[in-house]
């Protein structure tokens, strides 16, 4: 019973350490290879990129933009996410509109507002980041590392405890 036991919180252990890394993973290679994520928090881009998205924007030259794609872009103190209608080479700037919206956007994006172009989109998993990036998150992912790590500890005392029983059942008296 006591291997069955050692083996479960192994098992565990394991598991949640895992999914700890994988959640950190996902959202640190990206980085590494130059690329930003955030979270869409609007519904602009419905039905092609939905509220709670995680979106993938990798750097692009402003100019090698073209008619159709989806850039991410800084508008005043945040990031909005619209396919571009026309890129104005010549004044510097894009013609953008939301997929959800009638009409293109009131004021044109300068090209130092462009962050990148959106390479790609998870759907739903921007809500994941959002909870892994803040204070709590980070706190949350501490605490499923030290249980998994404690899962682990406690097996090899099981084991360690079970091997000692059966040592005493087996030594000559």
């Known amino acids: 019973m006591r291997k069955l ?6 098992i565990f252990g394991v598991l949640i350490l895992l999914a700890v890394i994988g959640a950190s993973l996902l959202l640190t290679v990206p980085k590494l290879f130059g690329y930003e994520m955030y979270n869409v928090v609007s519904g602009s881009m419905e039905p092609e990129i939905p509220v709670g998205s995680l979106i993938v924007v990798g750097a692009v030259q402003p100019e090698n933009v073209s008619e159709g794609e989806i850039i991410a872009f800084e508008s005043g103190e945040s990031v ?7 890129n104005k080479k010549l004044e510097g700037e894009f013609i953008t509109k939301g997929d959800a919206n009638e009409k293109e956007d009131i004021n044109p994006v300068p090209y130092q507002g462009l962050i990148g172009r959106v390479e ?11 909870i892994f990036t803040t204070n709590v998150g980070k706190v949350y992912m501490l605490c499923f590392a030290a249980c998994g790590a404690m899962l682990n500890i406690l097996a090899g005392r099981i084991r360690s ?13």
Not at 5 to 10: G, T
């Open 120 to 130: 790609k989109y998870v759907p739903y998993m921007g809500q994941y980041m959002l």
């Open 5 to 10: 036991a050692a083996a479960l919180c192994n």
């Open 80 to 86: 909005v996410t619209h396919r571009v209608v026309q």
């Open 161 to 173: 405890r079970a091997n000692d029983n059966e040592d005493d059942i087996l030594s000559p008296v």
